[in-house]
């Protein structure tokens, strides 16, 4: 179905902007699409967290689970969910620029049935609008790691 790249430079810390990104139990607080989100696996967030997350997506609301797949602490995590036949995968890679951060968001997705691989020249239509609600949601993420929290 293919991918979408972001990048945003965040005037904040490495650390913080990575903190941000891992306090799942603040998401709701920072991005304004999510209605709730709640933690599905005890103890420290990390690879195999997984959690349910609410939120709206073109006017309806949606919920999916969500689990953790690989962290690299300090530089980068990966979020993947199926949903509608499909595999999502979104990477937030961190890289340190002077006192700031170079955020590189990737989120591919990949049809897994066969009316997932049916619909994919259809669901090229959604690339755009996606696009844009995940920067809109990138741009929330970064104004809380420039607040500090």
Do not use: W
């Amino acid at each position: 179905m293919g991918s979408i790249t972001l990048t945003k430079r965040v005037n904040a810390p490495i650390e913080r902007a990575y903190a941000v990104l891992t306090e799942l139990d603040r998401a709701t607080e920072r991005i304004p699409n999510i209605k709730r989100l709640e933690v599905l696996t005890p103890g420290p967030v990390g690879r195999g967290t997984r959690f349910r997350e609410t939120r709206m997506m073109f006017g309806k609301e949606a919920t999916e689970t969500l689990e953790i797949t690989d962290v690299q602490p300090g530089r980068s995590i990966t979020f993947e969910a199926g949903s509608c036949g499909a595999r999502f995968s979104t990477t937030f890679t961190l890289t340190r620029e002077g006192s700031g951060t170079l955020i590189e968001q990737v989120t591919s997705c990949t049809p897994v049935s066969f009316l997932a691989r049916l619909m994919t020249p259809l669901s090229m239509l959604m690339m755009k609008p996606m696009k844009k609600m995940m920067q809109a949601d990138l741009d929330h993420m970064a104004l809380a790691m420039e607040r500090g929290g």
